[in-house]
């Protein structure tokens, strides 16, 4: 069982940062593909951008790329999402979640392949 806390939401400006902070519980961290996931009200939750269990494999959905950057400190049992030159369309719930059935170098992308998620935080950016 792996306990997933995300931190690091807020209100910011159109073209400010925010960056999202995933903990996770247990010792296998590095063995988890860790995504993060949003969800706009009354929209489905979406993909936004995942890292393997290989720090440098990472995959990210069309609209964010150039923008926000995943990475991980297996350490540091964390994941983070850098999220810059934010827009009014990036509000939503940002979720954190791990999924440990993949290959050390594969990214999931589907909400289904993941096992675990975090109970999410807010972003909301104005415009």
């Known amino acids: 069982q792996v306990q997933l806390v995300e931190s690091g939401g807020g209100l910011v400006q159109a073209g400010g940062s925010l960056r999202l902070s995933c903990a996770a519980s247990?010792?296998?961290?590095?063995?988890?593909?860790m995504g993060w996931f949003r969800q706009a009200p009354g929209k489905e939750r979406e993909f936004v951008a995942a890292?393997?269990?290989?720090?440098?494999?990472?995959y990210y959905t069309d609209s964010v790329k150039g923008r926000f950057t995943i990475s991980r400190d297996n350490a540091k049992n964390t994941v983070y999402l850098q999220m810059n030159s934010l827009k009014p369309e990036d509000t939503a719930v940002y979720y954190c979640?791990?999924?440990?059935?993949?290959?050390?170098?594969?990214?999931?992308?589907?909400?289904?392949?993941?096992?675990?998620w975090g109970q999410g935080t807010q972003v909301t950016v104005s415009s």
């Open positions: 247990g010792r296998t961290f590095g063995r988890y593909c």
């Open positions: 979640a791990a999924d440990d059935s993949g290959s050390y170098y594969y990214t999931a992308s589907d909400t289904g392949e993941y096992d675990y």
């Open positions: 890292i393997a269990q290989s720090a440098g494999t990472t």
